[in-house]
């Protein structure tokens, strides 16, 4: 246990850095979204760029991994929504939670930490998670978020918010970059020399820069959202993120296995330890831009961060 601390650690430290960073203000509120510019549209993708360029490209295509990790996914949105919904907690806030929920900070956080622990063979896994969160639970999540509309107002908007989930999809470079990481490992295509060094100096700036913008991120949403908030609209949501979602995964794995699928070890291994990550950060940026209740989200954002230096790495030590 004690020396997966000291891997996980420095990953926390960075997080905790962004956060004291932007509490204190020695980072200014309004630099954020440039620090979160850099990562998601320069670093983040180069670096799921060359991880997926350098993966053998079966990794990439494993439709098991695909099938059990959706499966999971869609289990907790449902169980999510279902204990959530009440007189105040309506569709938005409940859909929003469940895509906190459901969907682990794989793309900013799980990349460089489970490939840390774990070396480049999980790479792949990790890549076709991020790929299942980013198309199919955030786009369905966003669309189940328009329900509180009534009668034939409210499916459009279902259909509107997820066409508009789709082509948040389209814009986002991280399903691009990984494509064409997948097509360059399938052809055995390399980039110039020059070019390829400077996709590899962003790609290196990716971690250490995303971990420091997740704090930041986190203390932003605390301060412009902070009211009074019970704990039962916050902390059940984390304790599914922290332990119900990883459970889930290792049981129905373990399941398809003894049904003869052929997952792998390695695959579960790290599929399992996906879905202990903290909540994705970017959630709260969605329940801002859809109008749901940021201060929840970012609570849950919060807690399960906080809390997972310690789950993280016992699930690690766990497993391993």
Known sequence: MLQVLLVTFPFFALVLAGYVAARRRMLPLEAIPGLNGFVLFFALPCMLFRMGSTTPIAQLLDARVIAVYLLCGLLIVAFTIAISLNRRIRWNDASLGALVAAFPNSGFMGVPLIVALLGPVAGGTVILTMVVDMVVTT???????????????????????GRKALRGVLTNPMPWAITLGGLASAWAFRLPGPVEKT????AD????????TIGAVLARAQMTANHPMPLSDYLPVSVIKLVVHPLLVLVMGLLAQRLGLGLSETALTVMVLTAALPAASNVSLLA?????????????????????????????????
């Open 205 to 212: 700036a990716a971690s250490p820069v995303a971990l420091f």
């Open 139 to 161: 786009s369905l999540c966003i669309a189940l978020s328009r329900l509180d509309g009534a009668g034939g107002e409210g499916r459009a908007a279902v259909f509107a918010a």
């Open 199 to 202: 996709v590899w100096l962003l």
């Open 288 to 320: 801002e831009r859809f109008g749901a209740d940021n201060g929840r989200i970012a609570r849950i954002i919060l807690v399960t961060t906080a809390a997972a230096f310690l789950t993280f790495s016992a699930a690690v030590t766990w497993l391993t």
